[in-house]
């Protein structure tokens, strides 16, 4: 991993801060073990699919997706249909 973007959901489980606080460490983590991050919220269900693809175009190498089911249904469409058009 060279190059990293961590989508979550400020809004997953009803605790802000704490989740605010736990995507902060993780930046700290990967930043400190020399990976690029970017760390974006998702403001709507449909946002993770777009962030993805703009999270590609940026360069990133490695996607993580960081609370609410949501994200992840989305996430899981994009990579079927990446791997459906062998991009």
């Known amino acids: ?3 990293v973007a961590l989508l979550y959901n400020p809004l997953a489980g ?3 801060k704490r989740r605010l ?10 930043r400190e073990a020399g990976v690029e991050v970017i760390a974006s919220p998702t ?6 699919t777009p962030q993805v693809r703009q999270a590609i175009a ?4 490695t996607v993580f997706a960081c609370g609410g089911a949501v994200s992840y249904t ?3 469409v994009y990579k079927r249909q990446t791997l459906r058009s062998g991009s």
């Open 1 to 3: 991993m060279k190059k």
């Open 58 to 61: 940026e360069g990133c190498d």
């Open 21 to 30: 606080a736990d995507v902060k460490a993780v930046v700290a983590v990967l």
């Open 14 to 16: 009803g605790r802000l």
């Open 74 to 76: 989305h996430l899981d």
């Open 43 to 48: 403001r709507v269900a449909s946002d993770a």
